[in-house]
Protein backbone atom coordinates (compact mmCIF):
# COMPACT_ATOMS: atom_id res chain seq x y z
CA UNK A 1 0.00 0.00 0.00
CA UNK A 2 1.46 3.40 -1.06
CA UNK A 3 1.02 6.41 1.82
CA UNK A 4 2.00 8.60 4.73
CA UNK A 5 2.68 6.92 8.05
CA UNK A 6 2.70 8.31 11.55
CA UNK A 7 3.61 6.71 14.60
CA UNK A 8 2.79 6.28 17.10
CA UNK A 9 -1.54 7.49 16.83
CA UNK A 10 -1.12 8.43 20.79
CA UNK A 11 1.51 9.66 22.49
CA UNK A 12 1.72 11.01 25.93
CA UNK A 13 4.78 13.03 27.46
CA UNK A 14 5.56 14.97 30.49
CA UNK A 15 5.99 18.32 30.32
CA UNK A 16 9.76 19.63 29.88
CA UNK A 17 10.74 16.24 27.29
CA UNK A 18 11.25 16.56 23.92
CA UNK A 19 9.85 14.08 21.65
CA UNK A 20 9.90 13.10 18.46
CA UNK A 21 7.09 12.01 16.14
CA UNK A 22 7.87 10.00 12.95
CA UNK A 23 6.18 10.83 9.02
CA UNK A 24 7.10 8.31 6.45
CA UNK A 25 6.01 8.00 2.78
CA UNK A 26 6.27 5.40 -0.02
CA UNK A 27 4.68 7.91 -2.69
CA UNK A 28 7.88 8.83 -3.79
CA UNK A 29 7.02 12.77 -2.95
CA UNK A 30 9.84 15.07 -2.80
CA UNK A 31 7.83 17.42 -0.61
CA UNK A 32 6.87 17.04 3.19
CA UNK A 33 4.87 19.46 5.62
CA UNK A 34 4.26 19.18 9.55
CA UNK A 35 1.25 20.73 10.35
CA UNK A 36 -0.60 21.29 13.78
CA UNK A 37 -4.38 21.50 14.90
CA UNK A 38 -6.38 23.01 17.79
CA UNK A 39 -9.59 22.11 18.54
CA UNK A 40 -11.64 24.81 16.55
CA UNK A 41 -9.11 26.07 14.00
CA UNK A 42 -7.88 25.18 10.90
CA UNK A 43 -4.37 23.76 10.23
CA UNK A 44 -1.50 25.71 10.73
CA UNK A 45 2.06 24.90 9.43
CA UNK A 46 5.25 24.18 11.27
CA UNK A 47 7.82 23.13 9.01
CA UNK A 48 8.01 21.62 5.37
CA UNK A 49 10.93 20.66 3.20
CA UNK A 50 10.59 20.77 -0.40
CA UNK A 51 14.11 18.61 -0.88
CA UNK A 52 16.06 16.26 0.90
CA UNK A 53 18.59 17.91 3.63
CA UNK A 54 16.57 21.29 2.79
CA UNK A 55 13.94 22.33 5.15
CA UNK A 56 12.04 25.75 6.12
CA UNK A 57 10.05 27.30 9.14
CA UNK A 58 6.35 27.85 8.63
CA UNK A 59 4.41 29.79 10.43
CA UNK A 60 4.39 28.31 13.87
CA UNK A 61 8.07 27.05 13.96
CA UNK A 62 9.16 28.01 17.31
CA UNK A 63 9.61 24.92 20.16
CA UNK A 64 9.84 22.56 16.89
CA UNK A 65 12.44 21.17 14.93
CA UNK A 66 13.11 18.85 12.24
CA UNK A 67 15.55 16.80 9.80
CA UNK A 68 15.30 15.49 6.43
CA UNK A 69 18.06 13.13 5.91
CA UNK A 70 16.15 10.61 3.29
CA UNK A 71 12.92 11.24 1.22
CA UNK A 72 10.84 8.98 2.60
CA UNK A 73 11.43 10.79 6.65
CA UNK A 74 10.42 13.88 7.70
CA UNK A 75 10.66 13.62 11.65
CA UNK A 76 9.00 16.52 13.82
CA UNK A 77 10.66 17.30 17.44
CA UNK A 78 8.87 18.59 19.66
CA UNK A 79 10.74 20.37 21.99
CA UNK A 80 10.57 21.36 25.79
CA UNK A 81 10.69 24.98 24.41
CA UNK A 82 7.33 24.19 23.16
CA UNK A 83 4.93 25.95 25.45
CA UNK A 84 1.62 24.34 24.43
CA UNK A 85 2.77 21.10 22.58
CA UNK A 86 -0.61 19.29 23.54
CA UNK A 87 -2.06 19.21 20.11
CA UNK A 88 -2.76 16.89 16.82
CA UNK A 89 0.15 16.73 14.86
CA UNK A 90 -0.28 15.99 10.82
CA UNK A 91 2.42 14.92 8.05
CA UNK A 92 1.79 15.94 4.73
CA UNK A 93 3.27 15.45 1.56
CA UNK A 94 3.26 16.66 -2.20
CA UNK A 95 4.56 15.39 -5.19
CA UNK A 96 6.57 18.12 -6.09
CA UNK A 97 7.48 21.42 -4.15
CA UNK A 98 5.33 23.66 -5.20
CA UNK A 99 2.53 20.76 -6.30
CA UNK A 100 -0.89 21.91 -5.16
CA UNK A 101 -2.57 18.66 -4.20
CA UNK A 102 -1.06 17.54 -0.64
CA UNK A 103 -1.57 14.21 1.10
CA UNK A 104 -2.47 13.92 4.59
CA UNK A 105 -1.18 11.14 7.28
CA UNK A 106 -3.64 9.72 10.07
CA UNK A 107 -2.19 12.36 12.44
CA UNK A 108 -0.17 11.73 16.36
CA UNK A 109 -2.52 13.13 19.06
CA UNK A 110 0.37 14.39 21.26
CA UNK A 111 -0.79 15.13 25.01
CA UNK A 112 1.68 16.06 27.64
CA UNK A 113 1.10 16.80 31.27
CA UNK B 1 -0.22 37.42 3.03
CA UNK B 2 -3.46 35.30 2.17
CA UNK B 3 -5.81 34.74 4.91
CA UNK B 4 -9.13 32.17 3.97
CA UNK B 5 -12.09 33.03 6.19
CA UNK B 6 -14.42 29.99 6.52
CA UNK B 7 -18.49 29.91 7.25
CA UNK B 8 -20.32 28.43 9.10
CA UNK B 9 -18.22 26.42 11.98
CA UNK B 10 -20.87 24.63 12.55
CA UNK B 11 -23.81 23.38 10.21
CA UNK B 12 -26.22 21.04 11.25
CA UNK B 13 -28.51 19.62 8.56
CA UNK B 14 -31.56 17.00 7.99
CA UNK B 15 -30.55 13.69 6.21
CA UNK B 16 -31.31 14.14 2.46
CA UNK B 17 -30.87 18.14 2.72
CA UNK B 18 -28.49 20.12 0.81
CA UNK B 19 -25.23 21.73 2.67
CA UNK B 20 -23.44 24.69 2.23
CA UNK B 21 -20.16 26.05 3.27
CA UNK B 22 -18.75 29.21 2.38
CA UNK B 23 -15.03 30.36 2.10
CA UNK B 24 -13.52 33.81 0.86
CA UNK B 25 -10.10 34.58 0.09
CA UNK B 26 -7.79 37.88 0.24
CA UNK B 27 -4.72 36.94 -2.29
CA UNK B 28 -6.16 37.40 -5.32
CA UNK B 29 -3.03 35.58 -7.10
CA UNK B 30 -4.30 32.25 -5.33
CA UNK B 31 -5.75 30.02 -8.16
CA UNK B 32 -6.27 26.80 -6.99
CA UNK B 33 -9.17 25.85 -3.93
CA UNK B 34 -8.94 22.80 -2.44
CA UNK B 35 -11.30 21.04 0.16
CA UNK B 36 -10.75 18.39 2.62
CA UNK B 37 -12.92 16.41 4.50
CA UNK B 38 -11.84 15.45 8.24
CA UNK B 39 -13.17 12.52 10.24
CA UNK B 40 -12.87 11.68 13.75
CA UNK B 41 -9.32 11.08 14.60
CA UNK B 42 -8.36 11.31 10.93
CA UNK B 43 -6.27 12.65 8.58
CA UNK B 44 -7.74 15.22 5.62
CA UNK B 45 -8.77 13.87 2.78
CA UNK B 46 -8.82 15.68 -0.15
CA UNK B 47 -12.41 15.27 -1.72
CA UNK B 48 -12.48 17.76 -4.72
CA UNK B 49 -10.69 21.00 -5.83
CA UNK B 50 -11.16 23.98 -7.93
CA UNK B 51 -8.74 25.75 -10.25
CA UNK B 52 -9.12 29.93 -11.40
CA UNK B 53 -9.68 28.96 -14.75
CA UNK B 54 -13.04 27.28 -14.21
CA UNK B 55 -16.60 28.45 -12.11
CA UNK B 56 -17.41 25.29 -10.95
CA UNK B 57 -16.82 21.12 -10.69
CA UNK B 58 -18.97 18.59 -9.32
CA UNK B 59 -18.21 14.85 -8.69
CA UNK B 60 -21.17 13.27 -8.05
CA UNK B 61 -23.41 14.64 -4.87
CA UNK B 62 -20.13 17.54 -4.67
CA UNK B 63 -20.02 20.40 -6.44
CA UNK B 64 -17.81 23.69 -5.92
CA UNK B 65 -17.91 26.69 -7.25
CA UNK B 66 -15.56 29.88 -7.30
CA UNK B 67 -16.15 33.66 -8.03
CA UNK B 68 -13.18 34.89 -8.47
CA UNK B 69 -14.50 38.88 -8.91
CA UNK B 70 -16.05 38.54 -5.57
CA UNK B 71 -13.06 35.97 -4.30
CA UNK B 72 -15.52 33.87 -3.49
CA UNK B 73 -16.00 29.90 -3.20
CA UNK B 74 -18.31 27.48 -1.74
CA UNK B 75 -18.56 24.10 -1.20
CA UNK B 76 -22.34 22.27 -1.94
CA UNK B 77 -23.08 18.61 -1.12
CA UNK B 78 -26.69 17.17 -2.67
CA UNK B 79 -28.56 14.70 -0.74
CA UNK B 80 -26.78 14.48 2.72
CA UNK B 81 -25.93 11.36 4.15
CA UNK B 82 -24.75 10.18 7.60
CA UNK B 83 -21.19 9.58 6.29
CA UNK B 84 -21.12 12.90 5.42
CA UNK B 85 -20.81 13.94 9.03
CA UNK B 86 -17.30 16.02 9.28
CA UNK B 87 -15.27 18.54 9.68
CA UNK B 88 -14.40 20.04 6.10
CA UNK B 89 -11.49 22.62 5.44
CA UNK B 90 -11.52 24.96 2.56
CA UNK B 91 -7.79 26.34 1.51
CA UNK B 92 -6.25 28.40 -1.14
CA UNK B 93 -2.63 28.60 -2.83
CA UNK B 94 -1.42 29.58 -5.82
CA UNK B 95 1.01 28.22 -8.32
CA UNK B 96 4.64 27.91 -7.07
CA UNK B 97 3.30 28.91 -3.48
CA UNK B 98 5.32 26.75 -1.21
CA UNK B 99 2.18 26.54 1.49
CA UNK B 100 -1.52 26.02 1.56
CA UNK B 101 -3.56 28.32 3.82
CA UNK B 102 -6.36 26.75 5.90
CA UNK B 103 -9.82 28.14 6.83
CA UNK B 104 -10.91 27.20 9.88
CA UNK B 105 -13.27 24.19 9.41
CA UNK B 106 -16.65 23.43 9.26
CA UNK B 107 -18.32 20.57 11.53
CA UNK B 108 -21.12 18.88 9.25
CA UNK B 109 -23.66 17.21 11.13
CA UNK B 110 -25.98 15.15 9.56
CA UNK B 111 -29.57 14.56 11.22
CA UNK B 112 -31.41 11.29 10.84
Known amino acids: ?113 | GENVEQHPSTLSVQEGDSAVIKCTYSDSASNYFPWYKQELGKGPQLIIDIRSNVGEKKDQRIAVTLNKTAKHFSLHITETQPEDSAVYFCAATYSSASKIIFGSGTRLSIRP
Open chain 1, 1 to 113: DGGITQSPKYLFRKEGQNVTLSCEQNLNHDAMYWYRQDPGQGLRLIYYSQIVNDFQKGDIAEGYSVSREKKESFPLTVTSAQKNPTAFYLCASSILAGSLEQYFGPGTRLTVT
